[in-house]
């Protein structure tokens, strides 16, 4: 099974032609590739959903998606909600809403729905792996933003370990 996702970009379509935020500068504070600083550079204002929200940065309100994750949709158009999409949401939104977050850029700054791409750090934590690991999310990888794939693959691991050992204590 591959690592990397092979099916097309899932998310929702945009309701129209959409301009994508201008590509977003970041310092090398904003983009080191060690993480975990404790820096913030964002607040997030509002959750869309489980891997998307919207942050104040530098004077701007992007709506940020976060690079190599997927959880379930909860606000596709004309889609029915899926399974523990809401908890997902529920989730992310006790986790970062009004919290002062770090973003973190890889190689594309923005998607095809015009959302900028960032790793989001909530302290020294890195969340689009906590999401993953505590079982809201699934690791999906659109090269070439794979900077955290294998901490990503691992944070998978432990959680499907997890939910097997669960299955066999009941």
Do not use: H
Not at 3 to 11: A, E, H, L, M, N
Not at 84 to 113: H, I, M, N
Not at 122 to 148: C, H, I, K, M, Q
């Amino acid at each position: 099974r591959p690592s990397v996702s092979s099916r097309p970009f899932r998310g929702p379509s945009p309701a129209g032609p959409t301009t994508p935020d201008a590509p977003i500068e970041t310092s090398t504070a904003a983009t080191s590739t060690s993480g975990g600083s404790p820096r913030s550079n964002a607040l997030v204002t509002r959750v869309v959903d489980g891997d998307t929200v919207e942050v104040d940065f530098r004077g701007r309100s992007p709506t940020v998606r976060l690079i190599g994750i997927d959880t379930p949709e909860s606000v596709a158009p004309g889609e029915p909600v899926q399974c523990y999409a809401a908890q997902a949401s529920s989730y992310t939104t006790k986790r970062l809403e009004g919290e002062r977050v770090r973003l973190q850029f890889d190689v594309e700054r923005v998607d095809p729905y015009g959302r900028t791409l960032a790793y989001v750090w909530l302290g020294s934590e890195l969340f689009n792996e906590t999401l993953v690991r505590d079982g809201y999310a699934f690791v999906t990888t659109y090269p070439p933003n794979v900077r955290y794939v294998d901490r990503f693959r691992a944070a998978q691991r432990e959680a499907r370990r997890r939910m097997l050992d669960m299955e066999r204590l009941r």
